[in-house]
């Protein structure tokens, strides 16, 4: 059974930090494009950033510069980590392995 855990998300001061991890199990991971991709209230999911298998990045206008995402073949893991974070990045944070989400992790980024 495929599972990804996403974790590591929170509420934030703007301007301030967060690292998202996503830990996949049940499915080789290594060979395989992985995303995350957002969903804020009222607004379509998007995508945020994507690793491929061979470390290839692509990265959204919005975020680039300030966010950056890695992967861990080892672990099984891949992360995002997010800096000088807006409010307007606030919504639900999702990892995405070929057809598997993961249960999602909530960003809010507020004084």
């Known amino acids: 059974q495929v599972q990804l855990v996403e974790s590591g998300g929170g509420l934030v001061q703007p301007g301030g930090s967060l690292r998202l991890s996503c830990a996949a199990s049940?499915?080789?991971?290594?060979?395989?494009?992985m995303g995350w991709y957002r969903q804020a209230p009222g607004k379509q999911r998007e995508l945020v950033a994507s690793?491929?298998?061979?470390?290839?990045?692509n990265i959204a206008d919005s975020v680039k510069g300030r966010f950056t995402v890695s992967r861990d073949n080892a672990k099984n893991t891949v992360a995002l980590q997010m800096n000088s974070l807006k409010p307007e990045d606030t919504a639900v944070y999702y990892c995405k392995l070929q057809n598997w989400w993961g249960q999602g992790t909530q960003v809010t980024v507020s004084s």
């Open positions: 690793i491929s298998s061979m470390g290839l990045t």
């Open positions: 049940g499915i080789s991971f290594r060979f395989s494009t």
